[in-house]
């Protein structure tokens, strides 16, 4: 089975722009999560979806917004884009959310705001 | 606020020996415990997990170890092997939401 899938995979964008990242999950998987992470840090949790419902919210502006699609695919859209948006943005996908249920990260979109 | 923290950047470690790969919390809410590793240009790949009802989890090389009393959880990895160098993270959650990652631990093993 193919694993999460994200695209695109590098972006250039310039300071007040919006930018859309999309990712598709595992097969069978109905929970997507979108993480920032920034050079040095770890994963900085953004957004879980489930069910097409937002199902939790990490400590980011009104400018980040995402949403789930009813194949489970997700976008995360970014607007107003600052300089320090530029990070690589990962998508994960579990089967189901609660635990036992270990989330399967994609590659990442790298983000670059100039 | 940082409520998973790996204090150590770096570790360095024989081939064939363990490697200890550690970690602390701060949440007691925290339910389930997860390590991932890093590979450069790569998403994290899930290596393995522990819910906060046990004290110790084994795939072949790969033992979690959990002390709730101490907010402290462990990566053993016994042998280490050169293809395991690569950058680890310890990661909790509650209920599998919101997920909060340390800030890794790059390990290299030494042929």
């Known amino acids: 089975d193919a694993g999460v899938t994200q695209s695109p995979t590098h972006l250039i964008k310039t300071r007040g722009q919006q930018v859309t990242l999309r990712c598709s999950p595992i097969?069978?998987?109905?929970?997507v999560s979108w993480y920032q992470q920034v050079l040095g840090q770890g994963p900085q949790f953004i957004f879980q979806?489930?069910?097409?419902?937002?199902?939790g919210r990490g400590n980011f502006p009104d400018r980040f917004s995402a949403r789930q699609f009813p194949n489970y695919s997700s976008e995360l859209n970014v607007n107003a884009l600052l300089l320090g948006d530029s990070a690589l943005y990962l998508c994960?996908?579990?089967?189901?959310?609660?635990?036992?249920?270990?989330?399967?990260f994609g590659d990442g979109t790298r983000l670059s705001i100039l | 606020d940082q409520q998973v923290k790996q204090n150590s950047p770096s570790l360095s470690v024989q081939e064939g020996r363990i490697s200890i790969l550690n970690c602390d919390y701060t949440?007691?809410?925290?339910?389930?415990f997860l390590w991932y590793k890093k590979y450069p240009a790569e998403g994290p790949t899930f290596l393995i997990s522990?819910?906060?009802?046990?004290d110790k989890n084994e795939d072949g090389r790969f033992t979690v170890f959990l002390n709730k009393s101490a907010k402290h959880l462990s990566l053993h990895i016994v042998p280490s092997q050169p293809g395991d160098s690569a950058v680890y993270f310890c990661a909790a959650s509650i209920n599998n939401n919101d997920m909060r990652f340390g800030a890794g631990t790059r390990l290299t093993v030494k042929p």
């Open positions: 949440n007691s809410m925290f339910d389930y």
């Open positions: 097969s069978g998987h109905k929970s």
């Open positions: 979806y489930y069910e097409k419902e937002e199902r």
């Open positions: 994960a996908s579990s089967r189901e959310t609660g635990w036992g249920q270990p989330q399967h």
């Open positions: 522990i819910s906060s009802i046990k």
